[in-house]
C-alpha cells in the first residue's frame, strides 16, 4: 500500500478511526535522519499488508507534532485502536519497525 499523507484534516479519518493498526512517520525534508528513515518506512508500506503508513511533515502539520509531544524527528508512532501503542525516536532498521507494529 502506498504511503499516506497525514494532514491534521485525515489525521482522524486515517489513523484514530482505522480499523488496522497505523504506523506515523513524523518527518521533515531538511533532517538527515529521516532522509535515512525514509526508504525503510516506504518499504515497510509496501510489504506489511496489514497495516496503514503515514508520513506527518512537522513543518507543515506542527498542530499534529505539538499534540503528540514530537521534541525529535524521525519519531515513529504506531496507533492501535486509536491511541499511541508503540513509539520510537531516530532512525531505526526495518526489523525493528516490523516488530513496533506487530506490537
Known amino acids: ?21 497505523v504506523l506515523v512517520d513524523f518527518w521533515a525534508s531538511w533532517c538527515g535522519p529521516c532522509r535515512m528513515m525514509s526508504p525503510i518506512v516506504d518499504e515497510i508500506a509496501e510489504e506489511v499488508t496489514d497495516c496503514k503508513v503515514g508520513k506527518i511533515n512537522v513543518d507543515e502539520e506542527g498542530e499534529l507534532a505539538q499534540q503528540f509531544g514530537i521534541m525529535s524527528i524521525p519519531t515513529l508512532l504506531v496507533f492501535r485502536d ?12 526495518k526489523a525493528f ?3 513496533m507494529i506487530k506490537g
Do not use: W
Not at 504511503?3 to 478511526?17: G, H, P, R, S, W
Not at 486509536?82 to 532498521?93: F, T, Y
Open 1 to 21: 500500500m502506498a504511503v499516506l499523507t497525514i494532514t491534521k484534516d485525515n489525521f482522524e479519518n486515517e489513523v484514530l478511526k482505522s480499523d488496522v493498526p
Open 82 to 93: 486509536g491511541k499511541v501503542a508503540n513509539q520510537c525516536v531516530g532512525v531505526r532498521d
Open 97 to 99: 519497525v516490523i516488530d
